[in-house]
Each structure stands twice: as structure tokens, then as C-alpha cells.
């Protein structure tokens, strides 16, 4: 059965910083595409961020250089960094696998974790 | 970057009617890479349509997907009473953006 689990989300001063994971079974993250996905609370959905299988790693404008993805192959583990926190970087933050290919869709996604950022 | 835009924001309507949710896009965007999601208070995304019309594993078959270029819909022709959820487009190009959302409320 694949899972994902989000953690690590909570409540941070602005220009603080927080580190989230995301603990996969099921598949393998290095063998993936797995990409951040947050959620402004009742907002839509914007991307964030996204690792490649080979390792190259790319950034939306708004989150580029404070915000970091990164695995651990041997815990079969995602993570985001999150640096510099502003108040518009509260959302729940998801974790999700890319299909890629053929179709670029995100088909499985952990249940979330809340990113709060406030004095 | 491509701009998503759905509509109407708000659809309501009863258990047994049919409901048709719009996504336009700014720029055209590849068949293969329109998706769609429903999403239910306090869960996470769900996948519905990837490729414009193509049923992910295990989606009913009540829901369809269709359209080209810039314009895009998903179908639900009778809708149960688990299908009322706000509903997201997904577009590939350089990367992924979404739409802003449809709800689909009980009337």
C-alpha cells in the first residue's frame, strides 16, 4: 500500500524557519518525481517546489532560494526546508508523487501538514 | 505561465443531476497534460483525470473528462452524494499550475 506522511508542520515567527518531511512506503523516492504542493487556508493549490529521480531540483519564483527539496534514499524520505518565513507561506503543505511522462499528474499525496507563520 | 481559470466558482445542484465544470486556459496547453482533482474538506487532493480524459484507478466512471487547446471540462453525469467537493485543473507547461477551484454544492 503507498502512503506518504507529512510532518514537521507547526508554528513559526516571520523570518524564522522550519524543516517538513514526508515519509514514503510503497515506491521508492529516488526511482520518483516528488514534488511540494501547498494550500493557503481555503485557497487553491499552488506547486512549490519538485526533485527529479536524477536529483536536479527546481523551484517556484515565489519560494525560489528560502525553500529547499531534498530526499534520503535510505529512508525513503522527502523534505522541504523552509527559510525566511513570511506570513504568506501559511498553507497546508503536501507532499506528492509526479507521474511523468507521457501525462505530468500527481497521483498519490499525503494527507498534509499546517505551516503557520505568525508573531 | 499559464493561467487556469475555472467556472462557474460555485455549482449547485441536486443528487441525480449533472454537473459540467469548466477549465480555460491562457495559452494552449497539451491534452496529455490536463489533470483533474477532487478535493473534500480536511483531506487531501484526489486524483480523477489525468491526460484530459483518462479515469485514474479506481474513479467511477460517472466522471469524464474532455477538451482541447484552451479549452477544457469534466462531466459528472448524476452526481451522488460524495461528489459534492471543490473541484481542481492542472496544466504541465514549464510547470504545473492549477486552477482556482469549482465547488460543487448541494442545492
Known amino acids: 500500500e503507498v502512503q506518504l506522511v507529512e510532518t514537521g508542520g507547526g508554528l513559526v515567527q516571520p523570518g524564522g524557519s522550519l524543516g517538513l518531511s514526508c515519509a514514503v512506503s510503497?515506491?521508492?523516492?529516488?526511482?520518483?518525481?516528488m514534488s511540494w504542493v501547498r494550500q493557503a487556508p481555503g485557497k487553491g493549490l499552488e506547486w512549490v517546489a519538485v526533485i527529479y529521480s536524477g536529483g536536479s531540483t527546481y523551484y517556484a519564483d515565489s519560494v525560489k532560494g528560502r525553500f529547499t527539496i531534498s530526499r534520503d534514499n535510505s529512508k525513503n524520505t522527502l523534505y522541504l526546508q523552509i527559510n525566511r518565513l513570511r506570513a504568506e507561506d501559511t498553507a497546508m503543505y503536501y507532499c506528492?508523487?509526479?507521474?511523468?511522462?507521457?501525462?505530468?499528474?500527481?497521483?498519490?499525496w499525503g494527507q498534509g501538514t499546517l505551516v503557520t507563520v505568525s508573531s | 505561465e499559464i493561467v487556469l481559470t475555472q467556472s462557474p466558482g460555485t455549482l449547485s445542484l441536486s443528487p441525480g443531476e449533472r454537473a459540467t465544470l469548466s477549465c480555460r486556459a491562457s495559452q494552449s496547453v497539451s491534452s496529455s497534460y490536463l489533470a483533474w482533482y477532487q478535493q473534500k474538506p480536511g483531506q487531501a487532493p484526489r486524483l480523477l483525470i489525468y491526460?484530459?480524459?483518462s479515469r485514474a484507478t479506481g474513479i467511477p466512471d460517472r466522471f469524464s473528462g474532455s477538451g482541447s487547446g484552451t479549452d477544457f471540462s469534466l462531466t459528472i453525469s448524476r452526481l451522488e452524494p460524495e461528489d459534492f467537493a471543490v473541484y481542481y485543473c492542472q496544466q504541465y507547461g514549464s510547470w504545473w499550475t492549477f486552477g482556482q477551484g469549482t465547488k460543487v454544492e448541494i442545492k
Open positions: 491526460g484530459a480524459s
Open positions: 510503497g515506491f521508492s523516492v529516488s526511482s520518483n518525481y
Open positions: 506528492a508523487r509526479v507521474v511523468v511522462g507521457a501525462n505530468h499528474y500527481f497521483d498519490y
